[in-house]
């Protein structure tokens, strides 16, 4: 059972990144799907999740407006659209499943809550 985290890089502020985060070994069908970041020196955040049974989103406020993420049922596959990029969303980004979890708001979304966590992907926005 494994979740790949893909799609991080190097871009300047204003850009535009797609991370993806594929399941092997298991279908999606966890109740959250979400995305974390760890900045240096930082606690890691929860960034914005899916929830599977409603496909409700949620974001944090940083985010808000500038990230969105979506599912590929096909591909069993969740990515998470980064727009207008800023130097604060430098990290390294990571995705997550929650098997069993009831989400109202983005702060239900939390590290001991989630199942299975995928390798991060480095985001940096740099000039």
């Known amino acids: 059972v494994q979740l790949q985290a893909s799609g991080g890089g190097l871009v300047q502020p204003g850009g535009s990144l797609r991370l993806s985060c594929a399941a092997s070994?298991?279908?999606?069908?966890?109740?959250?799907i979400g995305w974390f970041r760890q900045a240096p020196g930082k606690e890691r955040e929860g960034v914005s999740c899916?929830?599977?049974?409603?496909?409700?989103?949620y974001y944090a406020d940083s985010v808000k407006g500038r990230f969105t993420i979506s599912r590929d049922n096909a591909k069993d596959t969740v990515y998470l659209q980064l727009s207008s990029l800023k130097p604060e969303d430098t990290a390294v980004y990571f995705c997550?499943?929650?098997?069993?979890?009831?989400?109202?708001?983005?702060?239900?979304?939390?590290?001991?809550?989630?199942?299975?966590w995928g390798k991060g992907t480095q985001v940096t926005v740099s000039s």
């Open positions: 899916l929830s599977t049974s409603d496909g409700s989103t």
């Open positions: 070994g298991f279908t999606l069908d966890a109740d959250v």
């Open positions: 997550a499943a929650a098997l069993r979890l009831a989400i109202t708001t983005i702060g239900d979304l939390r590290s001991p809550h989630m199942d299975y």
